[in-house]
T-cell receptor
Framework: EPEVTQTPSHQVTQMGQEVILRCVPI?????FYWYRQILGQKVEFLVS????????KSEIFDDQFSVERPDGSNFTLKIRSTKLEDSAMYFC????????????FGSGTQLSVL | GENVEQHPSTLSVQEGDSAVIKCTYS??????FPWYKQELGKRPQLIID?????GEKKDQRIAVTLNKTAKHFSLHITETQPEDSAVYFC??????????FGAGTTVTVRA
């Protein structure tokens, strides 16, 4: 069964550094999302992406965050200058099209900012 | 934005008993109601979902019931097994299917 894949599985960085989290959505999916989950808390929406542009973003997704689909397969989340509070598990998700609501999540990237 | 509440926050059941988790939401425009299961350190996995034009859906030991008037939907697990132990999240959504997750319910099935 096709899966959303994410790399790396763990990322450790120093505060103030830039990180890029990578995702390969399921190949025929058109809608892409990033969510995050701080340890022990609920999953929070960050951003949705469709047709090469952001369709919606949350208050968390400030100017330090950006997303990109640089080619036909990858979907990336960049954090320009990481803060301690950015430490969380980041999940990528994708959905096939507008007629199907099911979101499929990747296995996540655990980001630790020191 | 959508305000989502789940109850209870923790649930301990004896193997073979039933478990019920309730989710209330605030946005009357919500039209998609999924439940996700998350095991420790793993991704959320969709276990069952229901759309706003349906009142109940069942898949083997799992069922979801929806009350749109009261703005709540519930997850029912029958004949619980140890492998049902996990955190369960409701995640109602509106429009572009941006999921709004509840705080989660930790279910422990005692053998």
């Amino acid at each position: 069964e096709p899966e959303v894949t994410q790399t790396p599985s763990h990322q450790v960085t120093q505060m103030g550094q830039e990180v890029i989290l990578r995702c390969v959505p399921i190949s025929n999916h058109l809608y892409f999302y990033w969510y995050r989950q701080i340890l022990g808390q609920k999953v929070e929406f960050l951003v949705s992406f469709y047709n090469n542009e952001i369709s919606e973003k949350s208050e968390i997704f400030d100017d330090q965050f950006s997303v990109e689909r640089p080619d036909g397969s990858n979907f990336t989340l960049k954090i320009r200058s990481t803060k301690l509070e950015d430490s969380a598990m980041y999940f990528c998700a994708s959905r096939v099209d507008s007629s199907n609501e099911k979101l499929f999540f990747g296995s996540g990237t655990q980001l630790s900012v020191l | 934005g959508e305000n989502v509440e789940q109850h209870p926050s923790t649930l301990s059941v004896q193997e073979g008993d039933s478990a019920v988790i309730k989710c209330t939401y605030s946005d009357s425009a919500s039209n998609y109601f999924p439940w996700y299961k998350q095991e420790l350190g793993k991704r959320p996995q969709l276990i069952i979902d229901i759309r706003s034009n349906v009142g109940e859906k069942k898949d083997q030991r799992i069922a979801v019931t929806l009350n749109k008037t009261a703005k709540h939907f519930s997850l029912h697990i029958t004949e619980t097994q140890p492998e049902d132990s996990a955190v369960y999240f409701c995640a109602p959504s509106v429009g572009d299917y941006k999921l709004s997750f509840g705080a989660g319910t930790t279910v422990t099935v005692r053998a």
